[in-house]
């Protein structure tokens, strides 16, 4: 069975894919069904982290450090353009204030990604999701079916499917 690959809709129906993110690193199943006419595809933003592994800079506390500088610039220019609005003119816009509590919400959630990396917790979240992926890699038919669409399945999933079906 060979299941077509999306580039942001159903390559059965041609139905947009709301959450379809093309340049996103997601982990999981790459296989998703269609809500309209319940076609399968691959999505090749979803990743089985027991075969591809994760993003190199998953665990650097850089990544994090850097979107708190960024999310803190947004958070000070904005705010100060609020400032000076309030200040120096006689129309106040809602966009600075609004775009200012997103800047704050992306310097506390970068600093919460530094702790979790810091701490190990990150690693261990990680973890989890390698063993979901090993268990989803267990299933023969779903192995099997990986591998039909063309997706490096590691040997010792196919030879367990491989047994099921003999």
Known sequence: MNIPQTNGACPHCNKKISDYAADKYKYGSPIRICKKCNGAYLDASYHEVAVDGFPPDELSMKRGVKSAL??????????LIFVLELFFSTKIHIYPPILAILGIIV???SIV????????????????????S?????????ARQLAELGYHVPEEFLSAAN????
């Open 70 to 79: 960024i999310g803190g610039a947004i958070f000070l220019g904005c705010a």
């Open 107 to 109: 310097v506390i959630s």
């Open 113 to 132: 990604d530094v702790i979790k990396v810091k701490s190990g917790a990150k690693a261990k979240e990680l973890e989890v999701l390698r063993f979901q």
């Open 134 to 142: 090993i268990e989803r890699l267990r299933n023969p038919d779903y």
């Open 163 to 166: 047994e099921v079906q003999h």
